[in-house]
């Protein structure tokens, strides 16, 4: 199974950006998740990417993430513009060749923003 390791999370003042990585130790599956948990919460489905290109976004980080893949490094990269306090919470990703599986898991990176 493919293994995944995020990196770029960090304490960021609101309204700051960061971005995060997820390298994969071999090719990246088909779909590519960002799933966020923060504490007291569920963990939540923040972005997706399907090979073909298409990318889907929850509400709530609509016009200030954005998920992108670089095929060549096997990393899949989670933009985030405009943080929110909100936004804070331990970053997981997550590839799967299908819905119906629950693919590989990173050990997650944590965002902090400061307001």
């Known amino acids: 199974q493919v293994q995944l390791v995020e990196s770029g999370g960090g304490l960021v003042q609101a309204g700051g950006s960061l971005r995060l990585s997820c390298a994969a130790s071999g090719t990246i599956s088909s779909i590519n998740r960002w799933y966020r948990q923060a504490p007291g919460k569920q963990r939540e489905l923040v972005a997706q990417?399907?090979?073909?290109?298409?990318?889907t976004y929850a509400d709530s980080v609509k016009g200030r993430f954005t998920i992108s893949r670089d095929n060549a490094k096997n990393t899949v990269y989670l933009q985030m513009n405009s943080l929110k306090p909100e936004d804070t919470a331990v970053y997981y990703c997550n590839n799967r060749q299908s819905l119906s599986e629950p693919g590989s898991w990173g050990q997650g990176t944590q965002v902090t923003v400061s307001s």
């Open positions: 990417m399907r090979s073909g290109g298409s990318t």
